[in-house]
């Protein structure tokens, strides 16, 4: 029975394993080593990547060299390169050479992270690396957390903490407060979780640009006259429009006042805590009941790495645990948990080793001079905008995000909207560097992130030189 001997067909001799190893690192290698020299990536068109990619599914076997070579020809090319050192788009991700091997010894070793019997040495890595986020973002000891997937899924299951232990689970006439500048993937967590659009309370921001603490207890209060339950604060440490921080410490000791949860979203800035320079922006972060934040982001993690504190890490148990008869061997002690006790996952993988990995090989310091000198791009190329004329300032570098409109004297508003509206597009096809626009006060603005730190003072100066060629190109 051929079933008795180990089949074969699913592997490659440890010669050949070696031989695509060392052929995959080169190609990482040689694609991080010249970025600063490529361009920052293109989209295709569908047509044209269904002409090369499309195909029957492949019976037979193909030679591991010329499906890598595919790969460097056909598919990684038609990508943007988020960690391209002149990439400013939305939140960039730099990742790092360090945490790329992690993910793949994760891989190669295929880790179990959903419970401490089938990964009792990850589980202790997370654990530890979790409570290093802990300490930098200064939540108390009692404080624990996991990783996930990212951003959304962190603030999708620190929303379903929120709801299971001040709501016990219910959701009905409860009422959620956050400003119009947060990210979708809250309104999309809460949505999911069975909140109706009318109990969400979305305020508009102003030219603050963050959510007024006043305006907060007014619907509080009208909430509470007509019977309805208000429940959660949503708090943005760092909106992804242009790094605002809403007032932390006046929301805090709204929501202890009014006995409501603070759910913080620092998915993208919470990381700036490391830096003394940010931190006494982020004052109040430690009273947050929790937190999502973003390795993938800001510090430096390759995708995908979400992270959620909680002040008590008993609540996550309290949310997520379920003791089926098939799992009842994985049963531990509180001490040794498992993760998947403690979110939605059941399967996965161990995304804290790339995050303990870099941090240990790298050292903290270097993460946070990472992050000052991200803030100080920001400042630099707000003041090269500044010098230039033609250019105004919207809002000025805060947590690396500066955003900005071209408006020279003399154009009329709605000339000016055309050329800002083309202004990101005509740079992409440029492809010399990539950067976003949004909508502020009804009026499209531009808006570099400069959180990599293969970015040069060089590159914020030729970006922005080139920006200002294009405005004029016809
Ligand atoms: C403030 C903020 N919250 C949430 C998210 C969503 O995170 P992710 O894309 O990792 O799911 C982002 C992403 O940019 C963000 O900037």
Not at 151 to 161: H, I, P
Not at 224 to 233: D, E, I, K, L, Y
Request: charged residues 20%; negative net charge; hydrophobic residues 40%.
């Amino acid at each position: 029975m051929s079933a008795c001997e180990p089949n074969r067909r699913l592997e490659l001799t440890p010669g050949e394993m070696r031989e695509l190893g060392y052929r995959a690192v080169d190609m990482v290698v040689s694609h991080l080593a010249t970025l600063g020299q490529q361009s920052v990536g293109r989209t295709a068109p569908r047509a044209d990547l269904e002409k090369l990619l499309r195909e029957p599914p492949p019976e037979h076997p193909a030679a591991a060299r010329e499906v890598l070579e595919a790969l460097g020809r056909d598919v990684l090319p038609n990508t943007l390169h988020v960690n391209h050192p002149r990439f400013f788009g939305f939140i960039p991700s730099p990742g790092n050479y360090v945490s790329a091997v992690a993910d793949f010894i994760a891989a190669g070793f295929n880790v179990f992270a959903g419970t401490w019997l089938a990964g009792s040495g990850v589980a202790e890595i997370e654990l530890v690396t979790i409570d290093w986020l802990r300490q930098f973002c200064g939540l108390p000891e009692t404080a624990g957390g996991l990783f996930v997937s990212g951003g959304s899924v962190a603030n999708l299951t620190g929303l379903a903490v929120a709801r299971q232990v001040r709501l016990g689970g219910r959701t009905a006439g409860a009422a959620v407060y956050y400003s119009d500048q947060t990210h979708s993937a809250v309104e999309r967590g809460l949505r999911t979780l069975g909140f109706e659009p009318p109990q969400l309370r979305r305020i508009p921001a102003g030219g603050q640009l963050w959510l007024s603490p006043d305006a907060v207890r007014r619907e509080i209060a009208e909430d509470r006259a007509a019977g309805r339950v208000p429940f959660c604060v949503v708090a943005n440490v760092g909106t992804t429009n242009t790094g605002a921080v809403d007032p932390l410490p006046e929301l805090a000791a709204l929501c202890r006042d009014e006995q409501l949860w603070l759910h913080a979203d620092g998915a993208y800035g919470a990381a700036a805590a490391l830096s003394p320079r940010a931190r006494p922006l982020l004052a109040g972060l430690e009273q947050a009941d929790s937190l999502a934040l973003d390795p993938h982001k800001w510090l430096f993690q390759p995708f995908e790495i979400g992270c959620l504190l909680v002040r008590q890490a008993g609540w996550l148990r309290q949310t997520f645990t379920v003791h089926p008869e098939y799992m009842k061997d994985t049963f531990r002690a509180e001490e040794e948990p498992n993760f998947c006790e403690w979110g939605v996952q059941l399967t996965r993988s161990t995304r804290a080793l790339k995050l303990w990995m870099s941090l240990k090989v790298f050292g903290v310091d270097a993460f946070r001079q990472a992050i000052n000198e991200g803030l100080e791009l920001a400042e630099l190329a707000e003041a090269e905008l500044r010098r230039r004329p033609g250019w105004r300032i919207v809002t000025p570098a805060q947590l690396a995000i500066v955003s900005f409109r071209y408006e020279p004297s003399g154009m009329s508003a709605q000339e000016s909207e055309a050329i800002n509206h083309g202004l990101a597009r005509r740079m992409r096809e440029d492809g010399f560097a990539l950067l976003t626009s949004t909508v502020l006060d009804g009026r499209t603005v531009l808006r570099l992130c400069t959180i990599n730190p293969r970015t040069t003072c060089q590159d914020i100066l030729e970006t922005i030189e080139r920006l200002t060629q294009v405005t004029s190109d016809k």
